[in-house]
């Protein structure tokens, strides 16, 4: 067994069976839910939509869309408890995380890949693979704008083609939006190669591109891209490297030693600030976050493809696309110490244009001190959703609110072992 950063181990704990080949997968961490889109690489008209039940780790439905040129990503929106799948055929396909069932498309995006949703602006970031990201409201489900963030490029003065997107990540404290852009240049012979690569900075409120961070040659060919909101640090996983991004400055960081095992899609659980980079052979790198650096690997299945992470139950969900299986794999603490009661008496207090908003500690601890605290916020009961992460206080000032609205807030603990039910 390997064990790594804090006293966590990473062990495979279950593995379940498809019998498609994944894709990608997301996570709702509020109803223990887990989604797995795949494709057929025969016929390509017998491509599911899996769900899994995360107590169980067992298939509990499976959708066809009844498209005929199989699904690419997925992204959930716990705020909503909706799905979105893209399929093939340049649709997206929605779903009903309370029922399974299909509800809606949206159309207009040509061929959509990879999502990244914020559900504190219920904004969904679209990667195309026609070189443009989409914004689709999720509140209507319709396009509210277009970019091309990864520009074009010229050479003597003329438009030579497209930068092309290849991953997009969003982090919802900030209000953030990142793309991972390669410039690939066809060479004699006809092959490509990469002449650039960066991330374009998103702002969110605008939707414009603020920046562009260069990655450099340490990582020539960016393959995915994911935040840490509770660090701020953007992990962008490349070859021959990958790369670590500040996000409270826009700059390139650190790298993370080249032969990593880090060319594949990305996972990040905050809780307990471990990175995961599936590497397209059979195992998934872990990376400490605090240090930046590989602290051991995990074998999985043949070509892990995309990782998913629920930071609740500290579980990590890896589809291994040749073999047809997702392995879960336990991320939690190997101590004795458990997670803490919940937060107490939770009170809120108006002021002129802003909210306060206090608590008492947890009654227990769980055997371990408490490290900080999760503020949920939502304009309506029950559906609070991610927003602020704070230090060790019992009190937040929240200043971007609207007068006239109503705010609904819980707060969750946080400790060596995870994170506490909610107030």
């Not at 839910?33 to 690489?41: D, K």
């Not at 074998?299 to 500290?314: D, I, L, W």
Request: glycine letters at 10%; charged letters at 10%.
């Amino acid at each position: 067994m390997m064990i790594s950063h804090n006293t966590f181990a990473d062990t495979v704990t279950a593995t379940t069976s498809l019998g498609y080949y994944p894709f990608d997968i997301d996570v709702n961490p509020n109803t223990d839910r887990i989604y797995v889109t795949t494709f057929n690489h025969v016929t390509y008209n017998s491509s599911y939509a899996f769900v899994i039940d995360g107590s169980t780790n067992s298939v509990i439905d499976k959708l066809w869309a009844g498209y005929d040129d199989g699904f690419a990503g997925v992204g959930v929106n716990q705020k909503t408890n909706r799905i979105y799948v893209a399929d093939g055929s340049g649709k997206i396909v929605i779903i009903d995380g309370a029922t399974n069932a299909i509800t809606g498309t949206i159309t207009g995006i040509p061929y959509p890949q990879y999502f990244a949703v914020n559900p504190s602006t219920n904004k969904i970031y679209v990667q195309s693979n026609n070189q443009d990201i989409f914004v689709v409201n999720s509140m209507t489900d319709t396009i509210s704008k277009s970019l091309r963030a990864c520009g074009t490029y010229t050479m003597n003065n003329q438009p030579q083609g497209n930068i092309l997107p290849v991953d997009v990540a969003v982090n919802p404290v900030t209000n953030m939006a990142y793309v991972a852009c390669v410039k690939a240049v066809k060479v004699m012979g006809g092959s490509y190669q990469s002449a650039a690569s960066y991330v374009a900075v998103i702002d969110g409120s605008t939707d414009t591109v603020l920046k562009n961070v260069t990655l450099g040659s340490s990582n020539a060919w960016p393959s995915g891209i994911r935040v840490n909101p509770d660090t701020n640090r953007i992990y962008v996983g490349g070859s021959p490297s990958a790369s670590v991004i500040d996000g409270n400055t826009n700059l390139l960081t650190s790298t993370i030693n080249a032969g990593c095992g880090c060319a594949g899609r990305v996972g990040v659980d905050p809780n307990t600030n471990k990175v995961y980079f599936s590497d397209g052979g059979n195992r998934l790198t872990i990376v400490d976050g605090a240090t930046n650096t590989v602290i051991g690997s995990v074998a999985v299945g043949s070509n892990p493809a995309s990782v998913g992470v629920n930071p609740v139950t500290n579980k990590i969900y890896v589809v291994n696309t040749e073999s047809q299986t997702v392995s879960v794999i336990d991320g939690s603490s190997s101590n004795t110490s458990t997670v803490s009661s919940a937060p107490q008496i939770l009170q809120a207090t108006a002021g002129t244009r802003n909210i306060t908003i206090s608590w008492q500690p947890p009654s227990s601890n769980g055997g371990s001190a408490i490290t900080g605290y999760k503020v949920y916020r939502s304009t309506s009961s029950g559906s609070e959703t991610g927003y602020v992460n704070l230090g060790n206080v019992t009190s937040y000032t929240n200043t971007i609110v609207t007068p006239g609205v109503t705010y609904f807030y819980k707060v969750r603990a946080v400790n060596s072992a995870g994170i506490s039910p909610l107030s």
